[in-house]
């Protein structure tokens, strides 16, 4: 068995304390390195070579669309994926050809959801506008001569888009500062919600009527994408706020800007953009009702070491042929 691992032009996933478990399970392992995010017709042309005979491939940033997938070896039985989503690979190519396609939906679970959290904290209690006012001088204990007003948050209502693990963890957050906490995620079954205390709305559109704060919590799909729109923001409460830690193109950008512009959103925290890094003529480092991360909410020693063991533990499961735990593609034939 053979195993085939991709490191993008910045690294990549730190495997090296994992190389015993490949041993153990008799994979063999192979190193391509220096892979971009956009890769060229020569590196598809490199990393398909590097591929043959490879039971397994074990990837992070370097996408894996249709074009590709179709000219992979026949001997790959899985793409797993060393991250959270899956989106940079085409799952109905691989289904197609009866490659499992995996991610590690849980490794960072704890890390988002504080994150989260962090940066709710952040906008509705104008921490970062305060530390900002204070280094320019402007010191001042009237708080409400910055920014729009603080609301007790025990007064609030938390609306959550998707309710997986990491929802679930904000969810409990919310609640013990006395929030009520409303979800959307036409996926589960209603003993899910009941169990964590949490209200569950039959539609998005409840989210926007009813929430003073949203957090998006689902993939990026053609379902979801700008799911927060335009529209969607002009069914919202006047001076929501709204947290994005998923994927940037959750939220119509520009839509946003001009949400935020108005005051019709009151602040937004943001880990994520829809185009990463973000770019220099964004408007969106100019608001001040606007927190900034870089793409960090996932960060974390224990998250890392989560990651990595699990990625490893998937690829070498698929190197067997077997359905990894982290398949998002179960039902496929292989023939």
Request: proline share 4%; hydrophobic share 45%; aromatic share 6%.
């Given at each position: 068995m053979k195993a085939l691992i991709l490191l993008n032009e910045h690294g990549g996933v730190n495997y090296d304390a994992y190389l015993p478990l490949f041993a153990e399970a008799g994979v063999d392992c192979e190193v391509l390195t220096g892979l971009s995010a956009k890769p060229s017709p020569e590196e598809d042309e490199?990393?398909?070579?590097?591929?043959?005979?490879?039971?397994?491939?074990?990837?992070?940033?370097?996408?894996?669309?249709?074009?590709?997938?179709?000219?992979?070896?026949?001997?790959?039985?899985a793409i797993v994926r060393s991250a959270m989503g899956y989106e940079t690979i085409d799952v109905a190519a691989a289904s197609e050809r009866g490659i499992y396609v995996c991610n590690v939906p849980d490794y960072a679970a704890?890390?988002?959801?504080?994150?989260?959290?962090?940066?709710?904290?952040?906008?509705?209690?104008?921490?970062?506008?305060?530390?900002?006012?204070?280094?320019?001088?402007?010191?001042?204990?009237?708080?409400?001569?910055?920014?729009?007003?603080?609301?007790?948050?025990?007064?609030?209502?938390?609306?959550?888009?998707?309710?997986?693990?990491?929802?679930?963890?904000?969810?409990?957050?919310?609640?013990?500062?006395?929030?009520?906490?409303?979800?959307?995620?036409p996926y589960l079954e209603d003993a899910v919600f009941t169990e964590h205390g949490v209200e569950r709305v039959a539609t998005k559109e409840e989210i926007f009527a009813q929430c003073d704060m949203i957090a998006t919590n689902i993939p990026l799909t053609e379902e979801s994408y700008h799911i927060i729109d335009a529209a969607a923001i002009a069914r919202m409460k006047d001076g929501v706020v709204l947290v994005n830690t998923g994927r940037g193109a959750l939220i119509e950008e520009a839509a946003l800007v001009e949400g935020l512009k108005s005051g019709k959103i009151r602040g937004a925290g943001l880990d994520v953009f829809e185009t990463e890094p973000l770019a220099q003529d964004s408007p969106l480092p100019e608001l001040e009702n606007v927190v900034l991360t870089p793409h960090v909410a996932y960060q974390g020693v224990e998250a890392y070491a989560d990651l990595q063991r699990k990625s490893v533990e998937y690829t070498i499961a698929g190197a067997r042929g077997e359905m990894p735990a982290g398949a998002v593609n179960r039902g496929i034939s292989r023939g």
């Open positions: 490199a990393l398909l070579e590097a591929a043959r005979g490879v039971d397994a491939i074990l990837t992070s940033l370097r996408p894996f669309p249709r074009a590709l997938i179709e000219r992979l070896d026949g001997s790959v039985k704890e890390e988002v959801a504080v994150h989260q959290v962090a940066l709710l904290l952040a906008v509705v209690r104008k921490v970062v506008l305060y530390d900002r006012k204070v280094r320019e001088g402007a010191y001042t204990r009237n708080g409400l001569n910055f920014g729009p007003p603080i609301h007790r948050l025990s007064r609030q209502c938390m609306g959550l888009l998707g309710f997986g693990r990491i929802a679930r963890n904000v969810a409990r957050t919310m609640r013990s500062f006395g929030c009520r906490v409303l979800a959307f995620d």
